[in-house]
């Protein structure tokens, strides 16, 4: 029996594995580094304790011994997938919330990974030494000695294969000493869907069904969702099956998530395997009933799962759209500030994990993920027009963010038709900014009433100093 | 009932308005249209008989205005004057656009650089921005180097 | 097709309409009278029309022609039982979401409609003009002239009855001037639990399942759940079953409610119909799926159901609790003033039906139900502990509220175990205060930090005006 | 470093505090304990190692904390005097709680009445509320009657 969990982790996934292990009963411990002494997620555990980094295990594991704590949930990010935690715990008699030290280090190896996962019959992209045969094209030339782009051509027809290599391997030798060079499929317009997977220490393992990724931007996905509009029955049982492979091929223990890319075709290749908990674990969650943390705390108690492949169904449709602190419309960059005004969204189908609440402050030195909204509906039409209403109604002002874009991004026909892949925000470039940025005339009006008796400020300095003057409506006198 | 003046920016064009109100219900005069409203409450207006709730978020002249499920953004400004952002700008003065870490100084002094030709790569929050020249001139002065924390508005590169 | 509707009702209710028919892309009309100028369902419309009275169904009509709307909303309570709106409606070719005058004229005449089930097979309390079987008691002696306790006994044992007829006769004679009496079945500790009925213009019904609904205070509900720890399977069915059968006996269109009183023994008897959404149908939407504002609006607009009773299904457990502007300490009482802090609880299973938000006014005028908190969870004990986590974490000040009672409640051994019935809170009547009225230190210490600098007000003035001096967490200066 | 007194009252008894404090850190003493503390920003202290967040509304002389789940009510009052709602109590004086309309009143001028006896039926917000004698006694005046519209506080009968 797990009593006290240390979270070695912070914002809005360390508050949401203190909310299960508050329902179960579980006292909960926070860590915090100087520029989060005062964030949400501290003050949301029973007590906390200061540490220098997010990422020094053994701080982590001498404030696990301080407080108490027989258990650490790594959350996701920082350490979740590093070996120096999970044997940092062993050593300490501590339990890591998460798969054995042996399976993240083999996962962690991407040629290992995807030996092992070749082995064990998943599919993996696939590559010759020599020429393909014809019906492979297109693919990519890629050289043995590094990557970066540096040696890769992509070749269309079998034609141009003998000019490609050639002129990658002189490229490659020029660059890494080394001309060797491979040919590997090449997958256009690919899709991101990943397979949640639980195993138990008795060898039991099953799969919780698919979330699609496609949505990124600079390959860090924004909107997820289940079921994948682009799965037949068929393909999501043969999927199903890869990733409960890929689970048992490793003994895995705990959560974890098999990734894949997959192809217009209906093709599947495995990618990697993470092995730790998922941002995008809540549609999972919302379209199957399982509170994925408590099956994590369960199962590192060395609980048997307590259902089978067969007891798992898929219910409805779940997306879910990640809240950043960032301006999209400049290139996505970061934004910092106070959380001024904060009026979440709520009601029947809407699920809020947020790091934040009104007066937050927003730094620099992290993530600038605030908050992961999420709905459910019984259908993806439905559920498209749930995330419009709450996005619409969502209210944050103070820092910069992308909750209108967001918008713009579900409202799109071709989101709405399930034509989604990896490429989706390139081909559309249009979202990044609005239709119009006219300033409607009401706005206008709303701003002139705010600036009532204040005179504008004039000089030349840079308008960039976070100096909150009002925050919350502005209240008439 | 001659009410208030004031200047608002967007983008580039600049905006004159007045607003004429008393005990809650006014009139706003934006170009040629004279739109009647009513203060209902606390972040909340009556325009041509519809609600609008609206939140309001001011930074100095910068203001943010949530109104109608959607988040604008304008700038306050003297009559006349322009948008104090644009004036910065044009200044070919690059500055730290938020706190973070130097990660590379892709230009030397001397240099000649497009305009939009990226100057400093930052790091702020685990991500990367790229800082671009405000206009094509020579690079006359370095004031960073890689690794160096600097505050938001600090200045990096200056351009001629 | 159904393209505007207004919503006669105010508070959490005609926000939570609102919802659903934005997400239906359908034009929302609100309608407020003066003490509700400001209030936020008003805010939450497209529109809105001032009115003298919630209660005056021809000035809603009116107010639906003046906004071009084609529907009318009639939320609980207020007009939604009343035969004059949907009649107002019918003349002015407005459709009333609910069932045909005809239905709520049927079910409000509670003779009638206790007269109606039982022709259709469905079990109502069972009444002797003679000598009921002495397997029947303990039975009611009830008058037949009229009501409110007089001339009514009750009694446990066969040898009894002569003389509590004689003495019951006595006694509706001189009030009544009726000395006729009758025999009922008395229903000892009985449960009060409903079934959610939809049906359509084509003759189509199905149940989806029960509520319990046994907690209550002043003969007014305060916590639903579903399921009842109290059915079995079978009970179940054969519940759902006479649920049906009312509904087809009335011809039921629209969304309605079934109640019942379920003894000890298991044996169940019809109590009313409600011709309208309950409060408590969230606890369905969460364990169907379903969104019964969206169905009410499909049914209304001449489409047949799309499922049948086969495709529903129960899955988990959700608990409702209703918190209310009131003083349980103090015979609940109701309470009045702003809201000077609101932070409502969110995260995985929680679902939050408000009608306020931070500054809100909560008059005397209307009900003080305030909003509505729902979980969901995969089991019973689950949603009990993630409403305990859920309660524990909603701050509301400003106005006194049942937050902590209902935590009371709910963290009952007896709650837990599923034991309740309509007369639980007069069985627990401990409680009603906290277990201990002991500060904690840390109480009187954040007291004393926010009292700071200014001096205690002195003289006989009762304590008794709500001038808030100071809101959200107090600032260190 | 003598720092704030303060006096508390909570039900029938009162209890005296006196709180130290410089930059953030302080010690609150209590009967005979000495509690050291930290402020650890707004609405969050820390105690013995534990965080404590907190929400304070203060209503003139009463304050509603809100701490670990739990609402607590406190009146401040001057030193040894008692609570302003004791006073007010003992005095005879039926007030109303809030504003809403007198249904009934249940005694006449001369009654002799019991404490805690029913005086005035109420309605507010759609709900009866019952004022009970606050002692026993005569009823000397009766300053309401059925249908009127009350506001808060308004003195509607006095038991001497």
């Keep these: 029996m797990i009593r006290k969990v240390l979270a070695a982790n912070r914002g809005e996934i360390a508050i949401r594995i203190f909310t299960t292990l508050r329902e179960m009963g579980i006292h909960t411990v926070a860590v915090y580094t100087d520029p989060d002494a005062h964030a949400l997620h501290v003050r949301s555990a029973d007590e906390s304790i200061r540490i220098e980094s997010y990422l020094q295990p053994d701080e982590i594991v001498s404030a696990a011994r301080q407080a108490g704590a027989d258990a650490i949930h790594p959350g996701y990010g920082f350490l979740s997938e590093n070996t120096s935690l999970s044997t940092a715990c062993e050593a300490a008699g501590i339990t890591f919330i998460g798969p054995r030290t042996d399976t993240i280090r083999r996962m962690g190896d991407k040629l290992e990974s995807k030996r092992l996962m070749e082995k064990a019959g998943v599919p993996v992209v696939p590559s010759w030494d020599r020429n393909p045969h014809d019906s492979e094209f297109p693919v990519l030339v890629k050289a043995v000695g590094g990557g970066g782009g540096k040696g890769m051509r992509l070749v269309e027809e079998p034609s141009q294969l003998a000019e490609a290599k050639a002129a990658a391997s002189r490229e490659a030798g020029k660059a890494f000493g080394d001309d060797r060079v491979f040919v590997e499929k090449y997958v256009r317009n690919p899709r991101?869907?990943?397979?949640q997977i639980l195993g138990d220490a008795h060898g039991n393992a099953v799969h919780v069904f698919e979330r699609e990724c496609s949505i990124q931007r600079r390959h860090q996905k924004v909107i997820e969702e289940t079921p994948s509009p682009a799965l037949t029955p068929g393909l999501r049982a043969r999927m199903g099956d890869a990733a409960v492979a890929?689970?048992?091929?490793?003994?895995?223990?705990?959560?974890?998530?098999?990734?894949?890319?997959?192809?217009?075709?209906?093709?599947?290749?495995?990618?990697?395997?993470?092995?730790?908990?998922?941002?995008?674990h809540p549609v999972t969650e919302m379209t199957t009933g399982l509170d994925l943390v408590r099956e994590q705390i369960r199962i590192a108690e060395g609980n048997p799962l307590s259902f089978t492949q067969s007891d798992l169904r898929q219910t409805g449709h779940s997306i879910e759209c990640r809240i950043y602190a960032e301006v999209p419309e400049e290139q996505f960059r970061p934004d910092i500030g106070t959380v001024a005004v904060y009026r979440p969204p709520s009601g029947a189908g809407v699920r809020l994990d947020s790091g934040i609440e009104e007066n937050s402050e927003v730094g620099f030195h992290y993530d600038p993920m605030l908050a992961k909204l999420v709905v459910w509906a019984g259908s993806r039409s439905q559920a498209i027009h749930k995330m419009q209403r709450a996005l619409s109604e969502f209210v944050l002002l103070g820092v910069r963010n992308n909750i209108d874009f967001l918008h713009r991004v579900i409202s799109h026909p071709e989101f709405g038709e399930g034509k989604i892949d990896t490429h989706f925000l390139e081909r559309h470039s249009a979202?990044?900014?609005?239709?119009?940025e006219e300033v409607p005339v009401e706005a206008l009006l709303a701003a002139s009433l705010s600036s009532a008796r204040t005179p504008a400020v004039t000089g030349?300095?840079?308008a960039a100093f976070t100096d909150v003057w009002t925050s919350g409506p502005w209240r008439i006198s | 009932m001659t009410g208030r003046e004031l200047h608002w920016n967007k983008g580039a064009s600049e905006t004159q308005v007045r607003i004429e109100e008393s005990g809650g219900h006014?009139?706003?005069?934006?170009?040629e249209q004279a739109i009647p409203f009513v203060v209902r409450g606390q972040g909340w207006l009556e325009v041509n008989g519809r609600n609008i709730r609206y939140y309001v978020h001011r930074d100095r002249n910068e203001y943010s205005i949530w109104i109608d499920g959607r988040t604008y953004r304008l700038t306050r400004i003297q009559k006349g004057a322009h948008a104090l952002e644009q004036a910065g700008g044009a200044s070919g003065e690059v500055r730290a656009?938020?706190?973070?870490?130097v990660l590379r100084v892709e230009v030397a002094v001397g240099d000649t650089v497009k305009e939009r030709q990226p100057v400093v790569i930052m790091e702020s929050m685990k991500m990367e921005s790229?800082?671009?020249?405000?206009?094509?001139?020579?690079?006359?002065?370095?004031?960073?180097?890689?690794?160096?924390?600097?505050?938001?508005g600090t200045l990096l590169v200056t351009i001629e």
């Design chain 1, 192 to 195: 991101h869907i990943e397979f």
């Design chain 2, 130 to 152: 790229s800082l671009p020249a405000p206009k094509a001139g020579a690079v006359i002065a370095i004031e960073c180097a890689p690794g160096q924390i600097v505050e938001m």
């Design chain 1, 460 to 462: 030349s300095a840079t």
């Design chain 1, 431 to 436: 979202l990044l900014r609005p239709a119009t």
């Design chain 2, 26 to 31: 006014g009139i706003f005069h934006i170009g």
């Design chain 2, 97 to 101: 656009l938020m706190p973070g870490k």
């Design chain 1, 246 to 280: 890929a689970a048992k091929a490793v003994g895995y223990v705990n959560a974890g998530t098999v990734e894949f890319i997959v192809g217009p075709d209906g093709r599947f290749y495995f990618l990697e395997m993470n092995t730790r908990l998922q941002v995008e």
